[in-house]
């Protein structure tokens, strides 16, 4: 089962480090992915019941997942990101980011200059 619990008690404090979260104490999880770039919240996650974490920070020190497969990860499109996070969790570099097309409706020139 996939949840997302928006008032989860895990804070960016040095003192928390040391509180039980009662959120989630009899609970366990497969796999939780981490984006934001607050250390001690991920150090608060760590303390968790989980099979792995997926961290980006400090170049995916606290993270069970490593970037074994040196996918970049700053700079680039979003749905890049996103791609190259599955890739982590799978282990596959081979993963392709399907080609999208726009509807016939929309003027070339509008998007191309939206994009510019």
């Given at each position: 089962m996939d949840e997302f619990i928006e008032y989860n008690q895990i804070k960016s404090s040095f003192f928390n480090l040391f509180k039980v979260n009662?959120?989630?104490?009899?609970?366990?999880?497969d796999l939780i992915i981490d984006l934001q770039k607050v250390v001690l919240r991920t150090l608060n996650l760590k303390?968790?019941?989980m099979v792995s974490l997926l961290a980006l920070q400090i170049n995916f020190l606290f993270s069970d997942i490593k970037?074994?497969?040196?996918?970049?990860?700053?700079k680039i499109y979003i749905e890049q990101f996103y791609f190259n996070l599955l890739s982590l969790?799978?282990?596959?570099?081979?993963?392709?980011?399907?080609?999208?097309?726009?509807?016939?409706?929309?003027?070339?020139?509008?998007?191309?200059?939206?994009f510019k």
């Amino acid at each position: 089962m996939d949840e997302f619990i928006e008032y989860n008690q895990i804070k960016s404090s040095f003192f928390n480090l040391f509180k039980v979260n009662s959120i989630f104490k009899s609970r366990h999880y497969d796999l939780i992915i981490d984006l934001q770039k607050v250390v001690l919240r991920t150090l608060n996650l760590k303390k968790l019941n989980m099979v792995s974490l997926l961290a980006l920070q400090i170049n995916f020190l606290f993270s069970d997942i490593k970037n074994n497969l040196n996918l970049n990860f700053k700079k680039i499109y979003i749905e890049q990101f996103y791609f190259n996070l599955l890739s982590l969790i799978q282990n596959k570099n081979n993963i392709l980011i399907p080609n999208i097309e726009l509807p016939k409706n929309y003027d070339n020139e509008i998007i191309i200059q939206f994009f510019k």
